[in-house]
Each structure stands twice: as structure tokens, then as C-alpha cells.
């Protein structure tokens, strides 16, 4: 039988606040509860906006809640050769191709549809490059992101995000190749992690299916913000835990009104 495998995956781009109190002591408990292992993971792959002070500052937060974590913490700026690898895996499989439009570009020759962000689907101008062309623009050293071709991948749930960007350096998207990889390489097995990210799964299931990874059970928790913690006044939710801290909250009195 597989031992359960659950990850807390903040991204170090500012404080953790209650909610990410919730999501990690949710995994931990979820965790202990099913005899399974629990990781902690930095995901800082967006580093216009990751600063290695907020992942000390992570570290510091998470051990004050009272959690343990596995060691080594994957740091995933230290592993964009992984990420790569599948990038061109994917590529070989003609599922995704290199994009070197501008953002202004690519508004420009936008669709008329949107994604669950809101953002108009883009209208596909590098898809119609040959591999060749598109392989010589990066040899010459194009930036370039990677989106995904939806009409080669007959994934109506995936398909509302239409051709995603799902890596590119500093604008946060390589999130999406980055978390299917290393939710595939630390073998885990469940991802318990807020409502927001949920449109996201799709996306993050179709890239599974395409690398041959095995499918992780999902389950999309309630936002503090909206949902759970009713008893939370609105000016405790949205303070930093470092806040919290520093105005003499006691980690039993987080825990409680978190409903642990
Ligand atoms: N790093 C993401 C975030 O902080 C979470 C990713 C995940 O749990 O899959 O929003």
C-alpha cells in the first residue's frame, strides 16, 4: 500500500497570513491522521516577486504553529533543469510550443473568450511556427514562455484556459509545470489546498496525464477569507501571522478559532 504523501506549497512572496495557517496545520492534520507523510515545499519559482526573507520568515511561522516538517524542503528555484526536462518533453509530444509574443502582443491578438482569471484567451500567432523556426529564435536567445496547444490535447476541462502559458521566468507561471513536477517526483499523493487554486486542477491534471504521472486525490479547502472561521473578525484575517504574533496572540488561540 502507498504511504500518503501531503505538502504545504507556500509561495515566498510575502507574509503568511491565516489562511496559510490553515492550509498547513489542515495538511499536517490530514497527514498524521492517515499515517502519511507531511512536506513542506517553497515555491518560489517567480523571482520578480520570491525574496529569500520571506522563505526564512515561512520557516520561522510555521515552526512557532507548533508543525514538523520532512527534511530536505524542496526549494523549487533550485530545480528549473526539472522543470525544463518536462518542458521539452511535452514539447517532443507536440502538446505544448514556445510563445515569444509581448504581453502587449499577445492582448493584441487576443481571443474573444476569457479564462477563469478573466484573461482573453490567447489568439495563438507562435503555435504557427514550425518547430524549426521557433527552435532557431531560441537559439538565438528569444524569450520565450511555453503554452500549452489545447487543440492537440482534447481536454474540454483543461480547455477553458485555452493555449495557458504554463512557464515562463518571472511572471509566475511556471507554477504550472513546476507543481505537477514535483508533485510527481516527491510522490505525493494528496493536494489539499484552497478554493482559489481550484480552477487551476484541470490545467494541473491534463499536464499529469500528458507526462504519464499518476493522478493525486484533490481536495480544495474552504477560504478562511469566505468560508470557514466565521468566528474570525475581518481585521484578524487579513494580518500577517508575524502581526499576530507580535500583538501577544498565543498559538493555542490560533489554533482554536482556526478549529483545531
Ligand atoms: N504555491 C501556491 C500558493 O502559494 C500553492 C500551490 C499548491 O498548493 O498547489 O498559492
Given at each position: 500500500?502507498t504511504?500518503?504523501?501531503?505538502?504545504?506549497?507556500?509561495?515566498?512572496?510575502?507574509h503568511?497570513h491565516?489562511?496559510h495557517?490553515?492550509?498547513?496545520l489542515?495538511?499536517?492534520?490530514?497527514a498524521h491522521?492517515?499515517?502519511?507523510?507531511?512536506?513542506?515545499?517553497i515555491?518560489?519559482?517567480?523571482?520578480?516577486?520570491c525574496?529569500p526573507?520571506f522563505t526564512?520568515?515561512i520557516?520561522?511561522?510555521?515552526?512557532w504553529?507548533?508543525?514538523?516538517?520532512?527534511?530536505?524542503?524542496r526549494i523549487?528555484?533550485?530545480?528549473?533543469?526539472?522543470?525544463?526536462a518536462?518542458?521539452?518533453?511535452l514539447?517532443?509530444?507536440?502538446?505544448?510550443?514556445?510563445?515569444?509574443c509581448?504581453?502587449?502582443?499577445?492582448?493584441?491578438?487576443a481571443?474573444?473568450?476569457?479564462?477563469?482569471?478573466?484573461?482573453l484567451?490567447y489568439?495563438?500567432?507562435?503555435?504557427?511556427l514550425?518547430?524549426a523556426?521557433?527552435a532557431?529564435i531560441?537559439?538565438?536567445g528569444?524569450?520565450?514562455g511555453?503554452?500549452?496547444d489545447?487543440?492537440a490535447?482534447?481536454?474540454?476541462a483543461?480547455?477553458?484556459?485555452?493555449?495557458?502559458m504554463i512557464?515562463?521566468?518571472?511572471v509566475?507561471?511556471?507554477?504550472?509545470?513546476?507543481?505537477?513536477?514535483?508533485?510527481?517526483l516527491?510522490?505525493?499523493?494528496?493536494?489539499?489546498?484552497?478554493?482559489?487554486?481550484e480552477?487551476?486542477?484541470?490545467?494541473?491534471?491534463?499536464?499529469?496525464?500528458?507526462?504519464?504521472f499518476?493522478?493525486?486525490?484533490?481536495?480544495?479547502?474552504d477560504?478562511?477569507?469566505?468560508?470557514?472561521?466565521?468566528?474570525?473578525?475581518?481585521?484578524?484575517?487579513?494580518?500577517?501571522?508575524?502581526?499576530l504574533?507580535?500583538?501577544?496572540?498565543?498559538?493555542a488561540?490560533?489554533?482554536?478559532?482556526l478549529g483545531?
Amino acid at each position: 500500500m502507498t504511504v500518503p504523501v501531503f505538502r504545504f506549497a507556500p509561495s515566498p512572496n510575502g507574509h503568511l497570513h491565516l489562511g496559510h495557517a490553515y492550509s498547513a496545520l489542515l495538511n499536517e492534520k490530514m497527514a498524521h491522521e492517515a499515517n502519511g507523510h507531511f512536506l513542506l515545499r517553497i515555491e518560489d519559482t517567480d523571482q520578480s516577486r520570491c525574496k529569500p526573507e520571506f522563505t526564512r520568515r515561512i520557516f520561522d511561522d510555521l515552526a512557532w504553529l507548533g508543525l514538523t516538517w520532512e527534511e530536505p524542503v524542496r526549494i523549487q528555484s533550485e530545480h528549473f533543469d526539472d522543470y525544463d526536462a518536462n518542458l521539452l518533453r511535452l514539447w517532443d509530444m507536440g502538446k505544448i510550443y514556445p510563445c515569444f509574443c509581448s504581453r502587449k502582443e499577445a492582448t493584441a491578438s487576443a481571443l474573444v473568450t476569457a479564462d477563469p482569471d478573466g484573461q482573453l484567451h490567447y489568439g495563438g500567432t507562435c503555435r504557427a511556427l514550425s518547430r524549426a523556426e521557433a527552435a532557431s529564435i531560441i537559439t538565438t536567445g528569444g524569450q520565450h514562455g511555453w503554452r500549452v496547444d489545447m487543440n492537440a490535447c482534447n481536454d474540454p476541462a483543461a480547455a477553458i484556459w485555452g493555449d495557458a502559458m504554463i512557464a515562463k521566468r518571472n511572471v509566475g507561471s511556471y507554477y504550472h509545470i513546476a507543481v505537477v513536477t514535483d508533485d510527481h517526483l516527491q510522490g505525493v499523493t494528496h493536494i489539499v489546498r484552497g478554493r482559489d487554486i481550484e480552477p487551476a486542477t484541470p490545467l494541473h491534471t491534463l499536464l499529469q496525464r500528458l507526462l504519464g504521472f499518476a493522478a493525486p486525490h484533490y481536495h480544495h479547502h474552504d477560504l478562511i477569507l469566505d468560508g470557514s472561521g466565521q468566528k474570525l473578525s475581518k481585521s484578524l484575517k487579513s494580518k500577517a501571522l508575524i502581526s499576530l504574533r507580535a500583538e501577544g496572540f498565543t498559538v493555542a488561540a490560533i489554533r482554536k478559532q482556526l478549529g483545531f
